[in-house]
């Protein structure tokens, strides 16, 4: 196994990123290292990015002023995104603020779960494991409709919180911050690597 990983570094948790991707490369056999993504040339030699959890509004701010819009939304490897990250990745937000890229085709609703719940823990059921995951949510989105291309992998009464298109997966919730590293292992299994 050999992947080239990135994590886009303009704002959000970034080194929780790059430290949950390290450990599942070691763990799949590989020592190559994690690189933080601030400008459309350190994309070239990326077989995957991460988008992090954070502001999407301020991101996709830094994104537009880094000149990073158009080659985020031609990169050719596989995206794994979180929460911020998932708003970012869809074709659709309920925020004006938010150039979206496109990536996936979903409708997304930023802080879909009110102010009074900034942050809690679910057991959530998700396609493709085996037993529940510990997703947190923070100040999360969900996608409340998605395309016929993307496969909804969990949901809550809320909406849908994981997806999957192609070699592209986005969470409303933070895989990077639990330790429980089985969505990085899935996806670096879809990326073929
Ligand atoms: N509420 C944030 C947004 O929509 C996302 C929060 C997060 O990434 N933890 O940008």
């Known amino acids: 196994m050999d992947a080239r990983i990135g994590v886009l570094a303009l704002q959000g948790d970034v080194s929780e990123h790059i430290r949950a991707f390290e450990e599942a490369l070691r763990a799949a056999g590989c020592n190559s290292p994690?690189?933080?993504?601030?400008?459309?040339?350190?994309?070239?030699?990326?077989?995957?990015?991460?988008?992090?959890?954070?502001?999407?509004?301020?991101?996709s701010r830094l994104i537009e002023k880094n000149g990073m819009y158009q080659p985020l939304s031609e990169f050719e490897g596989g995206i794994f995104a979180t929460c911020a990250g998932m708003v970012l990745m869809a074709s659709e937000a309920d925020d004006p603020r938010v150039r979206t890229l496109g990536r996936m085709d979903m409708h997304v609703a930023r802080n879909a779960f009110g102010r009074q719940r900034e942050s809690h823990e679910v057991r959530l059921d998700v396609a493709g494991l085996d037993s529940p995951f510990p997703a947190v949510f923070i100040r999360a989105p969900v996608a409340t409709r998605v395309g016929s291309g993307v496969?909804?992998?969990?949901?809550?009464?809320?909406?849908?919180?994981?997806v999957r298109q192609g070699k592209h997966?986005?969470?409303?919730?933070?895989?990077?911050?639990?330790?429980?590293?089985?969505?990085?292992?899935?996806f670096l299994k879809h990326l073929g690597r």
């Open 34 to 59: 994690v690189v933080p993504v601030k400008k459309p040339e350190d994309l070239a030699p990326l077989d995957a990015l991460a988008i992090p959890g954070g502001e999407s509004t301020t991101i």
């Open 151 to 162: 496969q909804a992998l969990g949901a809550i009464d809320r909406g849908i919180v994981a």
């Open 169 to 186: 997966m986005a969470f409303s919730f933070h895989p990077e911050l639990v330790g429980d590293l089985r969505l990085h292992t899935l």
